[in-house]
Each structure stands twice: as structure tokens, then as C-alpha cells.
């Protein structure tokens, strides 16, 4: 079994589709128990692959930027990511960042918890001024 998640066009199509409804029914007190799979399996890309998962993030964020998916990713699946995968991952989070403004936007959703200072430092030297939030 590879460590690298490699999903089926349609089933990477339902993982985002997924993993965005979960959210909205969140927020509509409404959790959908039958979506929980959504934050699962992302979870468990973040685990076994950085890229993987910060590739679906950006995918998240394309299909949906609204301010609200874009605060759940930052405070979710993305600080998740630094969190255990920092100094593997940072490289190209700040490419990301450099090349598509509204993820550089949302990095300032991010809260440090365990992030590894050396990343941090990163991550907030790229964060917009106007979008920090304290740690």
C-alpha cells in the first residue's frame, strides 16, 4: 500500500464536496453525522502526506473562498498541517502563498499552538498585516 494518497478524480471531488458541506452544517447547527468521513479522511492525509494534503486545502479554497471555508481551513486542516508537518511543508506553503493571494490571506487564521517556532516565523512573515490574529 503506498503512503501517498492518490484518489479517483470523483472520489477527490467527493472528499471536497465532503469535507465542505461538513462545514456548513456546522454552522447551520445541523452537524451531518453522514459527513464526518469528510474530515476523517482529510485528517488522514494530512498524517501520511503533506503535499497531498495542502494540495486538497488549496482545492477546498478554490471550489469555496468564502471567508467562512477559508477561517475553517486556516484553523483546521492547515494549522493541522504545520503543526505536524512544519519544516517538511513550509517550502511550499510559502510558494502557495506567493502565488495565490487569498491563501496568503488565510494564513492569518492560523493560531501558533504547537507550531514549531521556526516555522512560525515563517508563516508570520508572510501574513498580511491587516489579517493577524493573536497567538
Known amino acids: 500500500m503506498s503512503s501517498t494518497y492518490s484518489p479517483a478524480d470523483e472520489d477527490e471531488e467527493q472528499l471536497i464536496d465532503g469535507w465542505i458541506r461538513l462545514q ?12 464526518l468521513w469528510a474530515h476523517t479522511v ?6 501520511r502526506s503533506p503535499a497531498e494534503c495542502l494540495r486538497m486545502i488549496l482545492r477546498i479554497l478554490e471550489r469555496d473562498s468564502s471567508d467562512f471555508i477559508a477561517g475553517n481551513l486556516a484553523a483546521g486542516p492547515l494549522e493541522d498541517l504545520l503543526t505536524r508537518h512544519g519544516p517538511a511543508i513550509v517550502d511550499a506553503i510559502e510558494s502557495a502563498a506567493l502565488s495565490k493571494p487569498r491563501f496568503r490571506e488565510i494564513l492569518g487564521g492560523i ?11 515563517r508563516i508570520q512573515a508572510l501574513r498580511l498585516p491587516e489579517v493577524g490574529r493573536s497567538e
Do not use: A, F, T
Open 111 to 121: 493560531w501558533r499552538n504547537l507550531i514549531r517556532e521556526d516555522v512560525w516565523d
Open 24 to 35: 456548513y452544517s456546522h454552522s447551520q447547527g445541523k452537524p451531518m453525522d453522514d459527513l
Open 42 to 47: 482529510l485528517d488522514s492525509i494530512c498524517d
